[in-house]
T-cell receptor, first 113, second 115 residues
């Protein structure tokens, strides 16, 4: 099956610092990856679409300068939360498409103090 | 905008009981439909999907779902649940003719199966 990994699985940081989250497709190439955010007891909300070799497409209300996305290769997309604040604390999940089906990473829990 | 409604927030069943989780979506065009499961502490896993063809879709672990276009529904069913089915279940929709578009998720239904 298609495997997607994320690193780190959890991170605690101080307010004002930046945090980078990696999303990798381990056994397939993905030109498109998605980044979602999940609040407690709520559903996943799409943040942005990451396209290899081009700029990411952000959903309305998501600040592109705050959530920097880089899709440098066909197996790696990164999400950098810049100048993180406590309200950015959340569960971030990426997915990659293989044969018209999305496969999800295990998620990264971010806690900003 | 598209939306997905899952009617049950939390369902509690005894082992061997039958399960049906409701899912309705709002989108008038062609859609692809998915059910994902998230076991405690694990990532989302695909249970089953519908793109076209037979509206009754069979997935892994004995789950099935039926697409009823007239009702905009894609309910998940299992004839006899097991304790190991305890998890969070998410219905999701991607509009269009391909599965390469982002998913719109429902809020999820937590299933607790008791012995």
């Amino acid at each position: 099956g298609a495997v997607v990994s994320q690193h780190p699985s959890w991170v605690i940081c101080k307010s004002g610092t930046s945090v980078k989250i990696e999303c990798r497709s381990l056994d397939f190439q993905a030109t498109t990856m998605f980044w979602y955010r999940q609040f407690p007891k709520q559903s996943l909300m799409l943040m942005a679409t990451s396209n290899e070799g081009s700029k990411a497409t952000y959903e309305q209300g998501v600040e592109k300068d705050k959530f920097l996305i880089n899709h440098a290769s066909l197996t790696l997309s990164t999400l950098t939360v810049t100048s993180a604040h406590p309200e950015d604390s959340s569960f971030y999940i990426c997915s990659a498409i293989r044969r018209e089906t999305q496969y999800f990473g295990p998620g990264t829990r971010l806690l900003v103090l | 905008a598209q939306s997905v409604s899952q009617h049950n927030h939390h369902v509690i069943l005894s082992e061997a009981a039958s399960l049906e989780l409701g899912c309705n979506y709002s989108y008038g065009g062609t859609v692809n439909l998915f059910w994902y499961v998230q076991y405690p502490g694990q990532h989302l896993q695909l249970l089953l999907k519908y793109f076209s063809g037979d509206p009754l879709v069979k997935g892994i672990k004995g789950f099935e779902a039926e697409f009823i276009k007239s009702k905009f529904s894609f309910n998940l069913r299992k004839p006899s649940v097991q304790w190991s089915d305890t998890a969070e279940y998410f219905c999701a929709v991607s509009p269009g003719n391909s599965g390469n578009t982002p998913l719109v998720f429902g809020k999820g239904t937590r299933l607790s199966v008791i012995a």
